[in-house]
């Protein structure tokens, strides 16, 4: 079982969570606790296993935390996610295949896309495809009916597994902290479009690419995780592409790893990882 | 204030500890534990602030846990080092040099060689050299002479910074898990003598090194922190064993550090290590 | 177009060649050449532009270099693969999505399974799977099952994506420095069954995989590629397995891609490989 | 014996090369040439072994080339640098022991600083150490003075190992090329004043160290080596900028070894660089 906790800092706060999971009988097998000083937050990762608990015990743990304190206990049930794709079907084959074999610690419900490009692949491991054009309707129909059918699944994250259309503040208002965006730069170098290109262009010696919360600010939102590569004068932007992909793949497997795994705080724009 | 605290596992050990930290008004900002549950063994390092406490803390917590548990509560004095070297200078020159400039984590006490050539090194940083030639005496007679040397400077650690001798199970069972060396491959590949030269014939892709304690079989001991290069076909044996160098220095400095900050556990011929 | 030229080393061989290809009025744009000099072997990779070019051009080129040396003049015909595979599916599945879209930068042509489990998988994606099972026959009818189907299909390189039969000398033999394994470790540490299980035993702190051609010494073939990734104490031997798989695939991508590009030479048993 | 060539791109360049090295008994024991075919620029790096050759190679290289080709032929004489220096410690002192140890690839003829922190450091290495305070002159004295002092010294290359002033385009233009940077962050992200403090607002995972040449856009000069190390949310602005150190120091060494080693070209603010 996981307990996640974010809350206001006090005293003596470790010493409240953990006799109750003691009276409990839970054994605290890993336990990674933070305090951010300059803001005054809290924030704890407990592993817990044996014991007997109902739900009584997050009743107790509230009754023993600041009154706006965040707690989630697990196991949930499984977490569900929409994506949101475009052409480019290196990310969502790997992830479809996870979630084919049963290794993505997560469900894919479905995929939405602004081209049909994809429908065939997500068509080989029977997962719905929803094709919404961004040339067939306005902007805000686009996004009414792409939040239609979010909202019809009821997914927990919503990932952009390369989504080349900018999300406005409206949906992105409605899906706080759950929508997770792969950035094909190390920002905060290159934000924006045609990353690449910019990299070849100023000779850098490494390229990689951000998963993040998306928020408002484009290509501003919470990093998750970040990876790079090495390249060097043989690389035309056309390879910086393709070598690129590799490492979008890689790091957005990975951010969706330690999201599934519970392991993500989300708090002014930055994020915990308890890797 | 840093405190370890290792011993035999139990329901509420998180719990008794923190309610005494709690009533000492300590108040805990980064807390990582971790339980061995092959071995039920229990592992905790604790970064707290504010509050007061005088020795009656330990003796608290000594109360509270299991009659053999390992409980270190810091600020000690800075920890002091003895160093071993033979004639390659670039472990020694970087531990050198954090030295002199107060950012080692612990205070070099002096250098035993068994050559001189590194003599010269040390007398520019006035630290203090003791030449002890594995030629001029047996080897229960040299070890006897560095054993006698590091006992008078009473160092809580013994570096092997690229120490060419195999130390005798007598003068390793004398320092158990106190002394740290560098080994030029990354163990277990290539234990033992001329690991570069092995590398090169095997025509592997990446070489490395591995800083661990010592203990009485051959470069079998805990590893404490391992890192890797890559290599290709253009590296000689002579150009390996330069290359390398890089990264023994590397990954010693960074073994040190972990020790040094108390965030290294010994058990079952391994560590855990709260980076 | 690529030119890979392997040969005993002599004195003026970049000059014969360079000079019959700018007779042909062919632009060298990138070219690495590289002479063991222990081995006294030459090995060139030319990638050269415009310029027209006809069989005469091999016939040429092999008129100015040692009788018998090695010449090879892409564009070939696109490459063409067999995977032999047990149960797992990552590495499979890596290549089968790279395959379908048309990056993989060879043609594959079939599956072979001593299990069942991973015809699924090739049916959605249409790849021909050949079920053998080791169980029904002997090692030698389970190879001459195997080799039928292979020379069946006149495969340039056969990659054991997770195959976990050891091969006869006799297979072997029949195709050298054609089979391409990958192995779950880090060679030359952890040789042979159960690698995992013994880093996790020996406290390693990183573990890696190595792609290398097939010999007839267990995991002793001539190295492509190797790559790691950090473990810690709070990783258990299955973990780390799971850990491993994302970089067997990735370390097994690299290999194919470096030798689906012509950029791998043998010899020896170690590779050059013009990255 | 290296000989490096950078010109205009033509057919026949390395045919024409390759045959005044074969007339002279020359042997091509490894060679890197690339071709920017966008900028239509030839560059190659050859290690030849063996024959005799006198001031006419180069004379007969020339009248092999283009007018305008950049040639160069080694051994020269070992290369020359001045470091300038602030306050901080760890690229200096990096730099001071290889140089003592004759392991730096090139001869450091003195230290310029504008404090006089570090005197110390180079007094106890024999090292000349020049004071030149930023403070007791207008920018234009002090630049006139340090140019003194560095003209007197005819230095190959000029470093700049922490060194925390801009420099003039005056003072740039007179070593065009020459003058090496380490700048604290993976350009181009966080150019310009403290970027560890931005890093840290940021919420990065990683941060990295640029090693380049000096150009007249602050931060804007061609990249020569680049690395990151990962950070999480346990680092502080001030952990970082420790941790950070370390990269700048390893980087900045990686940088002057390929440029010491004859393996940097530069163009169109960018550079080829064959490791």
Not at 27 to 55: K, T
Not at 75 to 83: A, T
Not at 110 to 137: A, Y
Request: aromatic share 8%; hydrophobic share 45%; charged share 20%.
């Amino acid at each position: 079982m996981i307990i996640l906790i974010q809350c206001k800092d006090q005293v003596g706060l470790v010493a409240s969570v953990s006799a109750i999971l003691a009276e409990a009988q839970l054994n605290i097998v890993s336990m990674r606790e933070h305090v951010d000083q300059d803001d005054n937050q809290f924030f704890a990762r407990l592993e817990v296993s044996n014991g007997h608990y109902g739900p009584e015990l997050e009743e107790k743990l509230r009754g023993a935390l600041p009154p706006d304190a965040f707690i989630n206990i697990n196991p949930l049930p499984q977490k569900k996610v929409m994506l949101l794709v475009t052409k480019e079907y290196h990310c969502l084959a790997d992830i479809l295949i996870r979630n084919h074999f049963g290794t993505l610690g997560a469900t894919v419900l479905g995929v939405i896309g602004n081209h049909t490009v994809l429908q065939d692949i997500c068509d080989r491991f029977d997962m719905p495809f929803f094709h919404i054009s961004h040339e067939d309707w306005s902007k805000e129909e686009f996004e009414t009916k792409i939040t239609g059918i979010i909202e019809q699944h009821s997914p927990d994250y919503i990932v952009l597994a390369k989504f080349m259309r900018i999300l406005s503040p409206a949906l992105v208002a409605k899906f706080p902290s759950r929508i997770i965006n792969i950035h094909h730069s190390f920002l905060p170098a290159f934000i924006g479009a045609n990353p690449y290109k910019k990299a070849f262009e100023r000779g850098v010696k490494l390229i990689g690419a951000t998963a993040h919360f998306v928020s408002n600010e484009l290509d501003e939102g919470p990093i998750i995780a970040q990876q790079i590569i090495p390249v060097n004068h043989s690389f035309t932007a056309a390879s910086m592409v393709k070598a690129g992909k590799e490492i979008e793949t890689s790091v957005l497997a990975k951010a969706l790893k330690m999201v599934f795994e519970d392991r993500v705080f989300v708090y002014r724009n930055k994020t915990v990882v308890f890797e």
